[in-house]
């Protein structure tokens, strides 16, 4: 279950169509207090390599819940969550009462000049416009301050999403050459599509063009494993912008066709667990005058 809104080395989103990326981005607020519940935020150990020293003020750069934000309140003097969803903003107020939550976007950062050590973006920067955010960052931020971009989500090449493609793939592969049952199986594999994230995805790299006043960025991957249950695989696929913006009843049957699939080719039901590995890719550059 990858998620088309996160982390993925296929088609980037700048493909899609102008409209629908609007509506995707604005897609999440829709189930605010579901993303907060099962979208799994990066490990703290990321913010060990984009932070490591303690500094005076960070912005999360379209903070969400607060699934980054929450790890920044030990790591500086004063936490900055920027967001322009009005309902996720208020779940990260709410969650995070140890930062200033404010609305804004990348391409407009409600801040004063040089007045912050470092500005981070989770799962977010693809959704903005990436030459005028970068120099609405580079008017925010010291000299010398870090921006950071990273891409969290189910690895592709950890176990359990193998195995799970391995399965669908050849499930697919028998229904075709099976006599099939119509409808039924056009539908089943439709789901089984989404639920792949066979939509497009970004691509997990922060890129530095000509004249940006940042240099060329390091790069880190992370990756860790969290055990999971079949509720929460199914909250977790609730949080992607792709299944968000569907039509209701297509939704619903692709939950119902991953909780069948769970339970009936990877034996995951009830409080059974499986771990999913997770991967950030993780991007840190500095600001120069």
Not at 72 to 93: F, H, K, N, W, Y
Not at 215 to 233: M, R, S
Not at 249 to 255: I, K, L, S
């Amino acid at each position: 279950m990858t998620d088309p809104s996160s982390a993925s080395p296929l088609s980037p989103l700048s493909d899609l169509a102008a409209e629908e990326k609007a509506l995707r981005s604005g897609s999440f607020g829709q189930v605010a207090s579901h993303y907060e519940r099962f979208r799994p935020g990066p490990t703290p150990a990321v913010v060990d390599w984009l932070l490591p020293t303690h500094v005076g003020t960070v912005v999360d750069l379209g903070a969400g819940t607060g699934a980054l934000t929450r790890l920044l309140v030990d790591r500086a003097d004063q936490v900055v969550g920027v967001e322009p969803d009005d309902r996720m903003r208020s779940v990260l107020a709410d969650q995070v009462p140890g930062a200033r939550a404010v609305k804004g976007r990348g391409e407009s950062i409600p801040l004063p000049d040089n007045s912050a050590d470092a500005v981070l973006a989770s799962a977010s920067w693809h959704w903005m416009e990436p030459v005028a955010t970068l120099h609405e960052v580079a008017r925010v931020l010291v000299p010398g301050g870090i921006l950071g971009a990273l891409w969290t989500g189910p690895d592709p090449d950890g176990p359990f999403l193998v195995q799970a493609q391995a399965l669908l793939a050849q499930r697919s592969s028998g229904a075709q050459d099976g006599p099939g049952t119509g409808d039924a199986d056009d539908r089943s594999d439709e789901y089984a599509g989404f639920i792949l994230g066979d939509a497009a995805r970004p691509g997990s790299t922060l890129q530095i063009p000509p004249g940006a006043p940042f240099d060329q960025p390091e790069h880190e991957a992370f990756t860790w494993d969290i055990a999971l249950n079949a509720d929460e695989l199914i909250g977790l696929l609730g949080t992607m912008s792709s299944i968000i913006t569907l039509p209701e009843d297509t939704r619903n049957g692709v939950f119902d066709e991953a909780r069948r699939l769970l339970r009936e080719f990877l034996h995951v039901e009830g409080q059974v667990t499986v771990d999913v590995r997770f991967l950030s890719d993780v991007w840190r550059s500095r600001r120069h005058d």
